[in-house]
Nanobody
Framework: QVQLLESGGGLVQAGGSLRLSCAAS????????MGWYRQTPGKQRELVVE???????NTADSVKGRFTVSRDNAKNSLYLQMNSLKPEDTAIYYC??????????WGQGTRVTVFS
């Protein structure tokens, strides 16, 4: 079983930046898809950006050019650099990893609030 712990959320003014971190409790293979999702009240959880594990990245159109995902396998960590934040980016952000045999794991989420 893998535990994921997100951090780095907070309150930021529109146009500002935040960096989210996700630390995994055990080694995550670089081939395992790992990424960030977000959710607002009354809406389904949606993809923000995810590394596919095969060298590619899936990124939501709404964050292209502003958000960047990076991964440090030595630290079992995933990061999300968020720039030019907008009020509509306000959400709870979740880290997710997909493992081939144990399934999908989610973190508990970290809240991001962007005010104008």
């Amino acid at each position: 079983q893998v535990q994921l712990l997100e951090s780095g959320g907070g309150l930021v003014q529109a146009g500002g930046s935040l960096r989210l971190s996700c630390a995994a409790s055990k080694s995550i293979f670089s081939s395992n898809p790992m990424g960030w999702y977000r959710q607002t009240p009354g809406k389904q959880r949606e993809l923000v950006v995810e590394e596919t594990g095969s060298g590619g990245t899936n990124t939501a159109d709404s964050v292209k050019g502003r958000f960047t995902v990076s991964r440090d396998n030595a630290k079992n960590s995933l990061y999300l650099q968020m720039n030019s934040l907008k009020p509509e980016d306000t959400a709870i952000y979740y880290c997710r990893v997909v493992t081939p045999f144990s399934g999908v794991y989610w973190g508990q989420g970290t809240r991001v609030t962007v005010f104008s």
